[in-house]
RNA sequence: GGGCGUUUAGCUCAGCUGGGAGAGCGCUACCCUUACAAGGUAGAUGUCGGGGGUUCGAACCCCUCAACGCCCACCA
């Protein structure tokens, strides 16, 4: 790093110091755990990206969120690991390869032997799995690569296998007829989560039944008339006194006449419908338990594909939805159909497919949670683990204590094969192992369950099997025991069911601990109308657009800015923009300082000679400290961000390189020393305190300013509050100062006076220390304010006669002037500032004068408005003074 | 149907346990002032969704109404 020989562009350009920085980085094993001052471990565990994945907004926001937390804690002295992975998305990755081979090749899946094509989605993954880790790269994760894992590894593997066994062997994951949600695109079950319920215009149909022996007829309501193929009783409710005389009769179904019961049940609503309901326990959830309680028939009328089978008689072949006109129409021809009215009603779609569920009974595996889940919930009502921001456990709760039984079994290719084993006696057992021999008849004629496992099954065992469990040699490579349970987990609101809750259960069941102590949920990414990003929108924002037009450091931050404890953030590429030239504001502070880098030292050596901007401008900084600590601590991303930014903006660059201006100018070789030297070591925390959120511009910026046994800024320590830095009565005058400037400022506005013309300035104050504090500024009111002549006086003094002038609660400000002076306009403007200065007393006045404010207002408050009333008491007694005398 | 959330400046949002309405972007005027025009200085803009209540005091607490959004449940 060449200090003295390079010219520095007036642009900071991100593009040529990221990738560099990074390489830097992770050659240099920065990313690697370390033990530190703090001796305390902190793990995040990255969320898994898809294999199919392309980086997408949210996942810029997990990584923003998660690496500036490790990057605080191990500037902190922690030993921090970020632990990155991969996910092969059993569902969209098949499909996603399904998809392309169907375009290269004109084949499907079947047209291929498992194994066959199982290999080509291995050979897809080689191939694109590792792209969304160079992204994660870009946008600067401090991940350890080394940890890097797939979930179909061979660990993940073996902790799925050992997690299926034990809880086959203690009958906890058992085999089941079961009403599932079948998706017939994907020909497989899916789970509950996986599907969306999505209001769809159907119909209510009438369908009359003849009674068996009886004139009688029963009308049934019903959205899908071609299931009645399938119905197996038509049940009524017991208490209904139009129908409950039935109860035990036979009904028959039309088109298929197949004799079936009328049975009571107190499912049936009164209310809904026509009061009588057709039983379908094949496919429908609620007629499945009605079939259970009388024990029905089960009958299936559909094919994998949803097209009704040879059940449905003269229909088969026909998709459901369009079985439901024909059928229809048949009935209508045969005279019983007697209504049929348009019905608004929810249908579950699958949520990869976007297909409507079909409910279907058939064989599946499924995961007993109903113990698990009970100790998930109280996991987190007795604090183990805490949801941040707080609300959020209420969406844990609300699914965890009301589970279903999870399906666990997909009809899919790609994943974990589901580890039991069948021989050609009909024996079943669950293995760890590969088997070739049945144990109990020792057939050697043995195959596999077909079906893989839930994708989310090796996500649930994912905080465990990426630190090397079950495996105790990856265990103790990985450090297991340093690392678990892991500090925080961060990701988005949308899979609190699918995957907090899971890796919950699980970690407790396998390893009696929560997987991780904190779970921040961040926000959802939308566009800046608040709309999801989708592809049918075309709203999406590419963060690869974003890092190449603004550069890495602007996006993080403005996602940093948008983090607290919202749940949407609405993300406006312009706001990247206004960061973007926050970045580059401290690319020229750092310009500024740049030539003068060789006068001081990066340490201040008696505090006791600074003088009063410098004490200011370090407790300034020490505040920002203060308040960018306690909000990274609590997640509060935009906390933190906001306190960085207005101090550099606001303190650094708009004041105290102002200030500075003069001196570094000037000839004192000892003031400007100790000057350099303040700048430097506010510059220095400055880059430390914004690292976590902006880690490239920093650490190229610390490379011109560290010293050169000083090791990169990723390693340095964060600073902390000092309590030796607390300077308020320099803060107090700085204060006033300002005041004044912008008070001047204004004035020379008002009557256009141009930028480079300088005036003269009478300063009024009864403040001895500020009257002091105001001659010492004299310089730099010349400079901030281009005054020429500057008078500070007691109000006893009299004013000047023609002036311009404005009155603070501390000071009296009088610009006199030479040329003529539009009276009426000063006149009306101090008429203007009086009247609102005197609603403004009054509404104090008011609060003092009432007893009861007095009497039960804090005093703190109650001493703010006596203050209020002496200074703004004042002002107004200022201001009339003056009005009489331009009336004059 | 059950639950949660949101409503503050033109836009996107902050505002912690109640005590003087804020930021960024945008806008207006004037400035190429020797770190920065991706800049500087000054400035305008708000019945804090409506109504009611508690309180000495409400953007904040309670009730109520309205609009919008999300989650869960439910194919009669």
Known sequence: M????????????????????????????????????????FCIIVPPPNVTGKLHAGHALDITTQDSLIRFKRMK????????????????????????????????????????????????????????????????????????????????????????VDMYNQKMIYQSDYIVNWDPMLQSAVSEAEVEHKDVQGNFFHIKYAIKGSDETLEVATTRPETLFGDTAVAVNPNDDRFKHLIGKTAIIPLCNREVPIIGDEHVDLEKGTGCLKVTPGHDFNDFEIGK??????????????????????????????????????????????????????????????????????????????????????????????????????????????????????????????????????????????????????????????????TWFSSGLWPMSTLGWPDPKAMEEKKFSTFFPTTVLITGYDIIFFWVARMMMMSLQTQNQVPFKDTYIHAIVRDKLGRKMSKSLGNGIDPFDMIAQYGTDAFRFTLAAGS???????????????????????????????????????????????????????????????????????????????????????????????????????DDAAIKARRVSVLKFAFRKILALMHPLTPFITEELWAHLKEANEDLLIAQDYPEYDKALEFTQDQDQMNKFVEVV????????????????????????????????????????????????????????????????????????????????????QISRLEKELTKTKADFAKYEAKMKNENFMKNAPENVR??????????????????????????
């Open 2 to 41: 060449t200090t003295n020989t390079t010219e520095l562009p007036t642009t900071y350009s991100p593009a040529d110091v990221e990738t560099k920085w990074y390489k830097t980085w992770e050659d240099g094993k920065y990313f690697k755990p370390k033990k530190g001052k703090a001796n305390k471990s």
């Open 77 to 164: 002295g922690f030993e921090t690991l970020l632990l990155p992975g991969l996910d092969h998305a059993g569902i969209s990755t098949q499909s996603v390869v399904e998809k392309m081979v169907f375009e290269q090749e004109k084949k499907t899946r079947r047209d291929f032997s498992r194994e066959e094509f199982v290999k080509k989605i291995w050979a897809w993954k080689e191939e694109y799995g590792n792209h969304i880790l160079n992204q994660q790269r870009a946008m600067g994760t401090s991940c350890d690569w080394d940890y890097l894992t797939f979930t179909l590894d061979p660990i993940p593997n073996k902790a799925v296998k050992k997690f299926f």
């Open 293 to 454: 309680r009388h024990k029905l028939p089960i009958i299936n009328i559909l094919n994998k594909d949803g097209t009704l089978n040879e059940y449905g008689l003269e229909f088969a072949g026909l998709a459901s939805k369009v079985a439901r006109n024909v059928v229809s129409k048949k009935l209508d021809e045969l005279g019983l159909l007697l209504d049929k009215k348009p019905h608004m009603h929810p249908v579950g779609h699958g949520e990869r497919s976007g297909v409507p569920i079909e409910p279907m009974v058939s064989k599946q595996w499924f995961v007993n949670v109903s113990d698990m889940s009970k100790r998930a919930v109280a996991a987190v009502e007795n604090g183990d683990m805490k949801f941040y921001p707080k609300e959020w456990e209420n969406t844990y709760y609300s699914w965890l204590r009301n589970p279903k039984d999870w399906c666990i079994s997909r009809q899919l290719w790609w994943g974990h094969q589901i580890p039991v084993f069948y021989c050609d006696n009909n024996h079943q057992w669950a293995s760890e192992h590969d088997v070739t021999e049945c144990p109990t008849c020792k057939s050697k004629n043995v195959h596999q369950d077909p079906d893989v496992l839930d």
């Open 564 to 666: 607290g404890y919202n749940r949407n953030i609405n993300l406006d590429p312009d706001r990247i923009g206004g960061f973007r030239n926050f970045i580059n504001k401290v690319w020229n502070a750092f310009r500024f300082i740049y030539p003068h880098l060789q006068t001081g030292s990066a340490q201040i050596t008696d505090m006791s000679k600074l003088d009063h901007h410098e004490r200011w401008i370090l407790a300034e900084l020490n505040t920002t400290t203060k308040i960018m600590n306690e909000s990274m601590e609590i997640y509060r991303y935009d906390d933190a961000s906001s306190a960085i930014y207005s101090f550099v903006y606001d303190k650094y660059c708009s004041w105290f390189i102002e200030l500075s201006k003069n001196i570094l100018n000037g």
């Open 742 to 825: 912008t008070s001047i400022r204004n004035l020379r506005a008002s009557v256009n006076i141009k930028p480079k013309d300088e005036v003269n300035v009478e300063l009024f104050t009864d403040n001895q220390e500020l009257i002091k504090y105001f001659r010492e500024n004299l310089v730099n009111f010349q400079e901030l304010a281009r005054v020429k002549n500057l008078s500070v006086g007691n109000k006893e003094l009299n004013r000047p006669n023609k002036s311009i002038m404005n009155v603070l609660t501390h000071t009296e400000i009088f610009v006199p002037l030479d040329g003529v002076i539009d009276l009426k306009e």
């Open 863 to 888: 001493e703010e408005v006596l203050v209020n009333v002496r200074e703004l008491g004042e002002k107004i007694h200022s201001i009339e003074e003056n009005l009489v005398q331009f009336k004059s």
